[in-house]
């Protein structure tokens, strides 16, 4: 199932380069091209001079739209998380949850690399499957 965007809409772009396999960058759509690619802002990346926001023209089939607020308290060991680091939402897993003072320990397995990251910056992983967003738990 197709998922058009419209001029305006806020949606997440994913790269398929190494290094950026597994993240998504949010960004605005500024236009939608004739060839069905789009043209976007990103809200957090910054063009090589770092003082405007980047824009890039990219293909339909690298953007998702934002996925749904689900709420949660917590998080638990091997739990699926998107984590907002280095200007994006980078898929990992919960290796340990650090109570005391609020930070989880998270494995980002496609790149050998953890780090460490307050739940405000972490959200539940979903997958957008044909047109519709799947938790990777079902």
């Known amino acids: ?75 638990e060991l091997d739990d699926i998380v998107d984590v907002f680091v280095n200007d994006g939402w980078w898929v990992g897993r919960v290796v340990d949850v650090l109570r005391s003072d609020g930070y989880y320990e998270i494995r980002f397995e496609m790149y050998d690399e953890v780090s460490f990251n307050e739940f405000f910056d972490m959200r539940p992983h979903l997958e957008w499957e044909d047109g519709r967003w799947v938790s990777v738990l079902e």
């Open 1 to 75: 199932m197709a998922h058009f965007f419209n001029i305006g809409d806020m949606v997440e772009v994913m790269f398929p380069q190494v290094g950026f396999v597994g993240s998504f960058f949010v960004a605005t759509i500024l236009l939608v091209l004739q060839d069905g690619r789009l043209y976007v802002q990103f809200h957090h990346l910054l063009s090589a001079n770092g003082i405007f926001f980047l824009r890039s023209v990219v293909a339909a089939t690298n953007i998702r739209p934002i996925p749904p607020f689900i709420g949660t308290s917590e998080y």
